[in-house]
């Protein structure tokens, strides 16, 4: 596990979403990694993720044969309103009212071994 | 074209097969190694360049020294071509960037190997192919490899262009009706109907099991060279343009996972050629899902963006239709012969062109637009091949 992956599960294991930010290009990055991928300056900064973003596109996964997960499960791209995508799952939600577009809000959850983020419906404002 | 292009002089194409039992990469390989230097009425002696796709169950290290040890191939040109499903279509071009170059005669491209499901449907053989971000950030999710990956894309252009699983499972069955005039097909025994595909389980929504590629084993071969054999009787058939394009490795990096990097590599393809999409008359496109035929249709030019759908629901793509596409069956119905996958799609432009693909010829036959796809539209490599003698 690079250094950078051991720190993103170090703050998730506190409960947060942390992100790289590239102090040179002034924004976000995903995955965390050594140097930014735009512009090769590893001057990078961790902060805090509002947790806040939109379905990108998703998946609703109904065989899988590697875990005891249970299916169906929502597998989904969220892009984050820092302006990076990730994977995750689409938790708390009926698979038939999953859209693309969707508001949600990160929940940190246990999948497998790992505390992981995962995204829920948006609580109406 | 100013200079005289490459010519794919010999092919070779083994049957797919689901049982990997007893069979071995490198015999796979020496096969069709010897059925593709047959079909060019060459020796041995006379290949001079090996470019050859990963191995699916050897160590990749060394590997084309390995094969050439195997062939007892002393080659002046060799090299491992790694682009996934883009593989062989690469290996085509870099063939002919060597050839045109003078540094070999005769390069042989060979790809092809042993599949066994109950290797790579574990843990361990997923993490195999997957880059060590995917394994920190996605693998926790369970994705369903490579098919979850084109389930976001298809899901994602049904809500931004209304695409529809009808227009998608029509891929399928046109392709599935090819498939019953090619012998090789894994599934060539009955036709399929919309209905079908879409009664078939999904898997990993929107995606049908009938809408997934089968991975088994097999090897293709392909021999590029300057110039062709006089013993060889085969029309000759040109490499007229080629373009490669990468934007990402996992989808969940990509730009737009509705655009792929076809639209670089196709570009660059028909710029080579000096042609345009209007002037092809026959496709053969990497389908490891419909939707994959879909996006590159749109990305190659063929259609405008968003409307892939209705190209494929309004046009008749089998070997006797107004848009022929993937007359082979597709992998679809083909089987998906580890990286020798990519390079069916090579080896029955070739066949069509040469005039010599039997019960589902084509009328139309001078040029063609293949396309190689590697993990989720990911790498693409594009080609346009031509009848030799028309240049």
């Not at chain 1, 140097?35 to 065989?63: D, M, N, T």
């Not at chain 2, 259609?303 to 494929?312: P, Q, Y």
């Not at chain 2, 990519?342 to 080896?347: C, D, K, L, N, T």
């Not at chain 2, 993990?375 to 028309?390: F, H, K, P, Q």
């Amino acid at each position: 596990m690079s250094d950078q992956t051991r720190k993103y599960h170090q703050y998730l294991n506190q409960g947060e979403l942390w992100l790289q930010y590239c102090l040179n290009c002034k924004k976000y990055i995903f995955y965390p990694r050594s140097h930014c991928p735009v512009c090769w300056q590893s001057e990078l900064e961790w902060r805090k993720s509002q947790g806040k973003g939109r379905v990108y596109s998703y998946s609703i996964i109904y065989a899988q044969s590697m875990t005891d997960h249970e299916v169906p499960y929502i597998y989904s791209l969220v892009t984050l309103e820092e302006g990076v995508r990730l994977a995750t799952h689409i938790v708390e939600c009926d698979p038939k009212e999953v859209y693309v577009d969707m508001p949600v809000e990160m929940a940190i959850r246990k999948i497998g071994e790992q505390l992981m983020p995962v995204f829920k419906p948006a609580a109406p404002v | 074209m100013t200079k005289k292009p490459a010519l794919i002089t010999g092919i070779s194409e083994l049957a797919p097969q689901k049982n990997p039992a007893g069979q071995r990469t490198l015999a796979l390989l020496a096969q069709a190694a010897r059925l593709a230097i047959e079909d060019a009425a060459l020796q041995k002696r006379d290949i001079d360049g090996l470019l050859v796709t990963p191995p699916s169950e050897d160590s990749a290290f060394m590997w084309p020294a390995q094969v050439a040890e195997y062939l007892g191939l002393a080659p002046a040109f060799l090299n491992m071509v790694e682009l996934g499903g883009a593989s062989a279509a690469g290996a085509v071009a870099r063939a002919a960037m060597l050839v045109e170059r003078g540094i070999c005669e005769n390069c042989l491209c060979l790809s092809g190997g042993v599949w066994d499901s109950q290797v790579f449907n574990t843990l361990q053989g997923k993490m195999s192919v997957m880059s060590q971000a995917e394994i920190d950030y996605e693998l926790p999710y369970l994705p369903m490899g490579f098919n979850t990956g084109y389930a976001l894309i298809a899901r994602r252009h049904m809500q931004l262009y209304g695409t529809t699983p009808e227009q998608m499972a029509k891929i399928a069955v046109d392709q599935r009706f090819n498939a019953l005039q090619n012998p090789l097909a894994l599934f060539n025994q009955a036709p399929l109907t919309i209905e079908e595909v879409l009664q078939s389980p999904l898997i990993t929504d929107p995606l049908h099991l009938l809408e997934i590629v089968r991975p088994c084993s097999g090897a293709a071969a392909a021999v590029v060279s300057r110039s062709k054999s006089e013993a060889n009787t085969h029309t000759a058939v040109s490499v007229l343009g080629w373009g490669e394009a990468c934007t990402h490795n996992s989808i969940v990096y990509a730009p737009e996972i509705t655009i792929s990097p076809v639209k670089q590599s196709a570009r660059r393809a028909f710029a080579m050629a000096g042609l345009k999409p209007a002037d092809i008359e026959l496709l053969s496109l990497y389908d490891c899902y419909p939707i994959t035929v879909i996006i590159t249709l749109e990305d190659a030019g063929f259609c405008a963006k968003g409307e892939g759908g209705c190209f494929v629901a309004d046009n008749d793509l089998t070997y006797r239709g107004d848009f022929p596409c993937n007359t082979h069956g597709g992998q679809l119905s083909m089987g998906q012969a580890s990286f020798a996958g990519g390079m069916s799609h090579i080896i029955e432009v070739v066949r069509q062109l040469r005039g010599e693909a039997g019960e589902r010829q084509v009328a139309r036959n001078r040029l063609a637009f293949v396309n190689g796809n590697g993990g989720v539209m990911s790498t693409e490599s594009s080609l346009i091949l031509g009848r030799a003698e028309d240049e």
